[in-house]
């Protein structure tokens, strides 16, 4: 049999009573109707502190509905049942998973997913985990609705003070102000719920100020003790729903999250917006407590109104939601009149004056707020897979463009590409200078019998010592390394701006590429591999004419010869005498060389100096590389992420 204290919420399957048009009390479902009386002694109209309501906090007991055979277990930790142990730790699980979900890279759908986790990690740390960790501390009514709804002169009213300024300059509310009995400071002083709100406990209503859409988010939460209000249920007057500043409206939806009780004031004039109604579809999703206060009812029009209210209640889910009616009334002294708040009064009163009806208001919600976590984990699950496949692809644009640009690079450097140009002209140059003929043997008939055919069209320069080879060598090494660099870097770059996330990620991080200078590392590893391959050439040099009286071959001119055969291997293959290209020429001259230094000696300082540069360029385009994957690292989404979310989720479904 339910006590005459049950609480007036029931669970939706009866209909509102839409009562007669002269009845200014509450509306309550059947099964409650006639129990709206002040519960006696318990509850005088100005509650006294010491009897105001029971005070103690019990250890919640388990809800009949849902109450399971308690199996004695002596280990348990008095009201902390081992469930609901469980469930607090898995919720902290999800929440985790959740923070630390990389939602970073503007994939479709992102900015939802971004909001979502917002909202959900906002109501987790205002709501769900702290209810959780104390099932019995006082409950948290959200005074909400749209502007000018006189949310804050029914706050003001319900405590018989001006705690929260009302008025027709909007918006008047900012800093949300929480009414509450004194005996439950502790409870709301502390940053248990709403942790990023900073506590202010100034009573004085914020000074009035101008409207600012820009306006910074608000950090405050103004603390107001008070025994016009039961020990047992705190109010909070929340910033407009519709607010013209973004940071208000955020702040009113921020609040209704943290409810255990949201009581909806709308007015006659106002009540079928469809913000007002969005909000309260997803209260009724989510199975929050709801009550309704249709404000400001003009008098003739009390009946059709409440009518009208009720039904679309009902057709929304919200049937079971008390329903308050307050006439069009002039103010006194900026409250309405005592009359027409008592049955709201009295309801809070009685509901937070009781243990069991206190219960059933927090269990509700809870229920409705935990029951929305899959559906809520599963879009940031998917969201997460999302960021996985945006991920994925830039990453493959990566491998795409050095899986080509790295071996292309790698091959030119020694399959005589760069025997070309500047390189070219100056080994044309070389081959045609007598004085470079002479040093290599003072048997001019090896050169200029085998090559002085191809270099009839040498500029010969008389009189004029040929240039060394290894500068414009080096110099080419050096052009064809930094193109192979920034023309990769590009390519990637170009890749992923055709991906529109791609673009984002650029905008934001992109200076993280471009800043970067290769060029002193660049010229360091080249100029490395140049003085490493002369030392070899001067060693062959030297162990070749060691022992003997041979004038030999002067270390310049094999120094020549040898850098240009290191870019060519071409040379190594070149059996036959033909001396039409330069790769015959350079063929030519290798010979002539391994004549003085030995045909190994040549064979491996060629093979050294290939491997040497080969490897070095490698090294600068893998580091090029890894820059860019750093990037992506930056915005890191490991697969298996949305797994971990998933199964958070399924151990929070399995433990509540
Ligand atoms: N006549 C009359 N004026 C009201 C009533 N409720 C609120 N107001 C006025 O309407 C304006 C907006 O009220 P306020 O409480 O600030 O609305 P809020 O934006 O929902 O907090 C103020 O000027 C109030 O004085 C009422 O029941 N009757
Ligand atoms: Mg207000």
Known sequence: MRSANEAPVNDGRDEVEVGQPNDLQVVLPPETRGTVRPPAAAMPVRAEPVQAGP????????????????????????????????????????????????????????????????GLLSQ????????????DAPLLAVIGGSTGAGKSTLTNSLVRRTVSRSGVLRPTTRSPVLVHHPFDSGAFLSQRILPRLTRVTSEAPEPLQPIDPNAPRITGLRLVPHDGLAPGM????APDIDSLVETNRDLAVQLLQAADLWIFVTTAARYADAMPWELLRQAADRGVAVAVVLDRVPPEALADLRVHLATRLRDRGLGGAPLFVIPETETVGGFLPEPLIAPLQLWLRRVAGDDHARSVVAERTLKGVLGSLPERAELLAVASEAQVVGWQLLHDEVEAVFATARPRLLASLVD?????????????????????????????ESLTDRVGAAMTTAVRRDNEEAQPLDVPVTESVTAAIRAALRSATEDVL????????GSALLTARGHQV???????????AVRDWRVGVSSRIATAVEDAVAGTTDAGIDAQTAADVMFVVAVDERSDRSADESVADSAGTVAAARRI????????????????????????????????????????????????????????????????
């Open 55 to 118: 005070v103690r906090r019990e250890p919640v007991r388990p809800e009949s509905s849902r109450a399971e055979p308690v199996r004695p277990e002596p280990s348990r930790v008095p009201g902390a049942p081992n469930r609901e142990v469980d469930l607090l730790a898995a919720v902290e699980r999800l929440r985790m998973q959740i923070a630390t979900l990389s939602l970073t890279l503007d994939v479709p759908e992102v900015a939802a997913a971004r909001r979502e986790r917002e």
């Open 416 to 444: 005589g590409s760069l025997l070309s140009g500047e390189v070219l002209a100056r080994w044309q140059e070389l081959m045609a200078d007598e004085g470079f003929v002479r040093r290599l043997d003072g048997r001019p």
């Open 494 to 501: 170009n890749r992923w701006r055709r991906h529109p996330f």
């Open 514 to 524: 471009t800043a970067n200078d290769i060029e002193s590392t660049l010229e360091r």
């Open 124 to 135: 987790l740390d205002d709501y769900l985990l702290p209810r959780l960790r104390r099932r």
């Open 593 to 656: 060389v391994a004549g003085f230094l030995g045909v190994e000696p040549v064979r491996s300082v060629a093979a050294d100096a290939r491997a040497d540069l080969v490897s070095r360029a490698a090294i600068m385009l893998d580091t090029e590389r890894r820059r860019l994957e750093r990037l992506l690292e930056s915005v890191e989404s490991r697969t298996g992420r949305a797994a971990a979310v998933r199964t958070a989720a399924e151990l929070v479904e399995a433990a509540r």
């Open 234 to 237: 705190a109010i909070i007057d």
